[in-house]
């Protein structure tokens, strides 16, 4: 496990403990939108959000006025990044998904979620916080989104969409023009080299392509998180 909660808790008195996070949130929000423990590095038995963290934590700090993503499951990072909003009392995320199902492309692991009634209305109906005020899908592929929306500027971009290289390039490319100077742009699965059972990734290329310097690393096996700066 990424481990950083039990990490922090280790550090802290007993009597801190159950100050350090409001864990039935955590639980909540993980759970609702279906946190994939292996990719993200997170815990829900233990609150521990893995790679949410850092999102939640550079957001908090950052405080940003415009978020993209690109790309999710069952909406768990998009979900972080409106909950970190939503605590700043400020800032707005977009979140892109064509929801493609198994038929597409040898399948990975995209299952049309965001086309389902319930896709639609997941952020609404986490009734924890007022999140979905936070955030706005975009039901379509990156290409009509770049299109239609190439005058916006955004402060982070996360990208965990295509995973084919060429898909990777395509959003990466077009959503730097997107990203201010000073801007993040956080690379989901950058650690997956050898081909898996439902295909190739090309995250790792792209990455490598990108970063020169200015860059975070997390590498896992199973996942791994790049995050660079722009400047
Ligand atoms: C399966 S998710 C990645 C899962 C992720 N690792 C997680 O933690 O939840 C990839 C998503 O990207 C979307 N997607 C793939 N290519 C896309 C494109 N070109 N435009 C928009 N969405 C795309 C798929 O519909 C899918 O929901």
Redesign the pocket.
């Known amino acids: 496990m990424f481990g950083i909660k039990t990490f922090c808790i280790d550090l802290l008195d007993r009597n801190w403990r159950h100050r350090l996070t409001n864990d039935k949130l955590i639980r909540e929000l993980m759970t609702h939108f279906k946190a994939?423990e292996r990719?993200?590095q997170a815990n829900i038995d233990t609150a521990d959000m893995g790679y949410g963290w850092l999102h939640y934590g550079l957001i908090r700090h950052l405080k940003p006025h415009r978020i993209l993503v690109?790309?999710?499951?069952?909406g768990?990072?998009p979900a972080v990044l409106a909950q970190a909003c939503h605590d700043n009392g400020y800032g707005h995320v977009d979140f892109?998904?064509?929801?493609?199902g198994h038929h597409y492309r040898r399948s990975?692991?995209?299952v049309g979620?965001?086309k389902t009634i319930e896709g639609q209305s997941i952020f609404r109906s986490f009734e924890m916080s007022s999140l979905s005020t936070f955030v706005t899908q975009f039901l379509?592929?990156?290409?009509e989104f770049f299109k239609k929306h190439n005058n916006l500027e955004y402060d982070y971009i996360y990208i965990?969409?295509?995973h084919v290289y060429k898909?990777v390039k395509f959003d990466v490319d077009h959503s730097l023009p997107l990203l201010k100077q000073g801007g993040f742009l956080a690379l989901?699965?950058i650690s997956i080299i050898d081909p898996m059972p439902e295909g190739s990734y090309g995250v790792n290329k792209v990455w490598n392509e990108l970063v020169k310097k200015n860059y975070l690393v997390f590498h896992h096996p199973i996942s791994g998180l790049g995050i660079f700066q722009k400047t």
Not at 96 to 100: E, P, R, S, T
Not at 140 to 143: K, Q
């Open positions: 994939d990719g993200h690109v790309g999710s499951g069952y768990y990072i892109v998904d064509a929801g493609y990975y692991t995209w979620f965001w379509m592929r990156t290409s965990d969409g295509d898909g989901h699965d």
